[in-house]
């Protein structure tokens, strides 16, 4: 039983083309984040929900824009996709927020590439 | 603003010899850290968490880090590697209270592990 998964593992695409990576968490967290790990596995932040209410946005470019139905849900909607885009995006989820001693826990990861 | 420092891209140790991975962290306010580790084509998964009290710290795997305040460091450590160790691990730090929760990650470091 996953505890955060995340769809579609892998993505490839043309520049130019807005694409979605979907992400649920069944642990009961409040909050949700997206992370991006590039080329050179360096991680990092993207955004940040809690309780469907946007907490961080680490200068990402608006094409860029994430959606949180609900707090098990939060999805990541790419326009315009550039081949700098490419990266692997993961989602991950904790319990709390600037107290919580909660740690991540990270989805497989969404593998896109722009071509 | 909070930032984490793992100085070696890669750490090469023999099997059944000690190990350790080192993390150094600068926060504003008192540090949560966390060590995680990522094997390939996987998501992160939680190693260990130093939030207060003793500053050695057991986890997952045989695996234990020391919080050392003074130095503000938080090393990886394992008596007896094995090679299924092999993996990139991530130290990570969370300044408590403030940033909204946000984790910051370090560079990771490549650990691997000779028979």
């Known amino acids: 039983d996953t505890a955060v998964s995340q769809t579609p593992k892998y993505l490839v695409t043309q520049m130019g083309n807005d694409k979605s990576i979907k992400c649920e968490q069944n642990?009961?967290?409040?909050?949700m984040y997206w992370y991006k790990q590039d080329s050179k596995k360096f991680l990092k932040i993207m955004f940040s929900y809690n309780n469907k209410e946007l907490i961080i946005n680490e200068t990402v470019p608006n094409r860029f824009s994430p959606k949180s139905p609900d707090k098990a849900h939060l999805n990541l909607h790419i326009n315009s996709l550039e081949l700098g885009d490419s990266a692997v995006y993961f989602c991950a989820s904790s319990q709390g927020l600037a107290f919580s001693t909660g740690e991540l826990f990270f989805g497989e990861g969404s593998r896109l590439t722009v071509l | 603003a909070q930032s984490v420092a793992q100085p070696e891209d890669q750490v090469n140790v023999a099997e059944g010899n000690p190990l350790t991975v080192k993390c150094t962290y600068s926060v504003s306010g008192n540090p949560y850290l966390f060590w995680y580790v990522q094997y390939p084509n996987r998501g992160l998964q939680f190693l260990l968490k130093y939030i207060t009290g003793d500053n050695l710290v057991k986890g997952s795997y045989g695996f234990e880090a020391e919080f050392n305040k003074s130095q503000t460091s938080f090393h990886l450590k394992k008596p007896s590697a094995l090679v299924s160790d092999s993996a990139l691990y991530f130290c990570a730090v969370r300044d408590v209270g403030t940033n909204a929760g946000k984790s910051t990650f370090g560079d990771g470091t490549t650990l691997t592990v000779k028979p």
């Open positions: 642990l009961g967290h409040d909050t």
